[in-house]
Structure formats: C-alpha cells, structure tokens
C-alpha cells in the first residue's frame, strides 16, 4: 500500500516486511492478500473450488484424485483447516495456502476445506472464531441426515473421520473451535471424531518462557499483535490466547479424543505449546497428545518450503493423524 502513514498517526504494531497498523486503523499489510484462482494441481492432480458461506466467510475445497490402484472408492477424512496470520494477515485463497494445502491433501488423501475469515484490526476478535464456527458449522451440515448440498463433502467425506487443523493463530482457532464443539455441540450429530491438528500454535500466558529467547523481537511483536487483534482484551492471560489461564475453561471438555501437537525448536511459542501439552493432560481430558517437534526450524518453517525434508516429515505425520 503506498503513502508514508504520516497523516495516520502513531503506529501501534509494526512487523517488518509483514504488517503496520496505525493508531487511526489504517493498516498496510505487505504479503498474504494475493489470491490465486482455484484449480486443478497440474503436480497432484487435486481438484479445489470456492464455497461462499455468508456474505462474510468462504471457503476453499481441496480433493485429491479418488481412484486408487484398487479403485476401492473408500471415502476420505474431512480437515477443517484455518490459516494462520496472527488473526491480521492472508487468506485463504492466497498463493503460499493454495499450493500447501493442495500438497497435503493429495499427501494425507483427505478433503481439506480451507476456511477464509475476517481478518483484525479492521474486524477485532471474536470475529475470526465467529466465522470459522459458522464455517464448521456449514461443514457439519453434510454430515449423514443432514441439508449440505456441497458434493464434495456428501459423496467423498467420510464423517467418521473429521478433524480439525491449522498454524499459529489457525492452530488457536482450532482449539477454540474443539472447546466450542463441546459446550454447544454440532448439527447433524457431527462430531470431531478425527482429533486437532495444532502447528506451531498461537498461544501466550504470563511470564516469560525459555523459546522466546530464540527471538526476543519477535516475542515482544506478538504480544504487541495481540492487543491489536484483540483490543478489549485482559492480556498475555486472557483465555483467548492463554487456554491455560486461571479464567479459561477446563480443557477437560475439549471436544476431541485425539491431538497432534507439532512445534518447532527455534519458534518463539515453542514452549507454550509445550505447556497446552502439559495442562491438557493435567485437566482430566480423556484422549491422547501426540508430540512431533522438528529440530533446528522456527515458525512455520513448512510454508516456506514445504518440500524439503522437515516439512515432509511434519506433513506426513499430520497424515498418519487424519487417516486413524
């Protein structure tokens, strides 16, 4: 975006090369708002398309070639993915989320619906969790006995199977969105039965930790973001962006039976994803936590290069995960 911001006042968050927001809400985001057509993967052979949910939420759709070598028309696992930004950059029609997702959807041979939110400051928090409940919620509806009309889903998804998934605030959304399943259920008798895919997750708490030493600037700027995002909030121990805080609810009632946490050894959040580890076994939840974390990597390395050899190994595991 042009101009020099200097009728605009204060900047209250400035990223470089990614993000400035300034105090009048004028924003200039440098990366993630170029939108890429969906298509068929010349690569893969996945087949995407574009849903409009309501005049404020979308989604992508991605569906790997159905035909085996045994031509056995087995349904696929369902993940609702929600992409990541600190709640203030991309879509999920951009060119970084377009070619991940069609990689991993023909990888885990899943569909893979990509949910496109409100983005903050211009639409503050909860706006994003709002639209991607309504975004489930739509999914939820082409469950067996439901109204969904979308093919994709009612012919090739197998419900029995579907989970939940995204990076940095998309991971947070998931989460959020497993605790929401649980005090409200969904339509339909749909359930979370695949688990919650949590990479790299958005998360903060009181105190500092040993990962954000990797990147003290960094830590610093997404504390900083998350004011911005969420400007009436408490703080770093808002439950929002701290599920364990003192005034979150119990992780005990996480909609879900299973979850695969991946973090990265030089991400500054590392640590707090280590800590929803810890608190989620503690809390009485009945399920199990798997743990994968890549050495030598920091956030959200895989969308950089998602064919090299970490990323691979990240994505085959989220695969393994989605096809129990």
């Known amino acids: 975006m042009a101009g020099s911001?200097?009728?605009?006042?204060?900047?209250?968050?400035?990223?470089?090369?990614?993000i400035r927001v300034f105090k009048s809400g004028r924003v200039e985001r440098y990366f993630g708002s170029d939108p890429v057509p969906a298509s068929t993967d010349a690569g893969t052979g996945v087949a995407s398309k574009d849903r409009t949910i309501s005049p404020?939420?979308?989604?992508r759709l991605y569906l790997p070639p159905l035909a085996t070598e045994?031509?056995?028309g087995k349904k696929l696992p369902i993940l609702v993915y929600f992409h990541g930004g600190g709640f203030v950059l991309h879509t999920a029609f951009n060119t970084v989320f377009h070619a991940y997702l069609a990689s991993l959807a023909a990888r885990a041979r899943a569909i893979v619906v990509s949910v496109d939110y409100r983005l903050a400051p211009e639409h503050p928090l909860p706006?994003?969790?709002?639209?991607?409940?309504?975004?489930?919620r739509w999914v939820a509806s082409h469950a067996p006995g439901g109204a969904g009309e979308e093919p994709w889903l009612t012919d090739h998804g197998d419900f029995?199977?579907?989970?939940?998934?995204?990076?940095?605030?998309?991971?947070?959304i998931a989460h959020h969105l497993a605790m929401r399943a649980g005090d409200e259920g969904l339509p339909h008798g749909a359930a979370i039965s695949g688990g919650i895919v949590?990479?790299?997750?958005?998360?903060?708490?009181?105190?500092?930790?040993?990962?954000?030493?990797?990147?003290?600037?960094?830590?610093?700027?997404v504390v900083k973001m998350w004011r911005v995002v969420c400007p009436q909030t408490t703080g770093a121990d808002d439950p929002w962006i701290n599920p364990l805080a003192a005034g979150a609810k119990t992780m005990r009632g996480l909609a879900c039976r299973r979850v695969l946490m991946c973090l990265a050894e030089t991400d500054v959040v590392r640590d707090r994803g280590r800590a929803y580890c810890d608190g989620?076994?503690?809390?009485?939840?009945?399920?199990?936590?798997?743990?994968?974390?890549?050495?030598?990597?920091?956030?959200?390395?895989?969308?950089?290069?998602?064919?090299?050899?970490?990323?691979?190994?990240?994505?085959?595991a989220i695969a393994r995960f989605l096809n129990l």
């Open 160 to 172: 029995s199977r579907l989970s939940l998934g995204g990076e940095s605030a998309g991971a947070n």
């Open 56 to 59: 404020d939420v979308a989604v």
């Open 127 to 136: 706006a994003a969790y709002d639209d991607s409940w309504r975004a489930l």
């Open 5 to 18: 911001g200097a009728s605009d006042g204060e900047v209250v968050l400035e990223i470089e090369h990614c």
């Open 198 to 221: 949590l990479v790299h997750p958005y998360f903060l708490g009181h105190g500092k930790v040993p990962s954000e030493d990797s990147d003290p600037v960094m830590a610093e700027n």
């Open 70 to 72: 045994g031509g056995d």
């Open 280 to 316: 989620l076994r503690a809390s009485g939840w009945a399920g199990e936590v798997e743990l994968l974390e890549v050495a030598g990597q920091g956030h959200c390395f895989h969308l950089g290069n998602f064919s090299c050899d970490d990323a691979v190994r990240q994505d085959d």
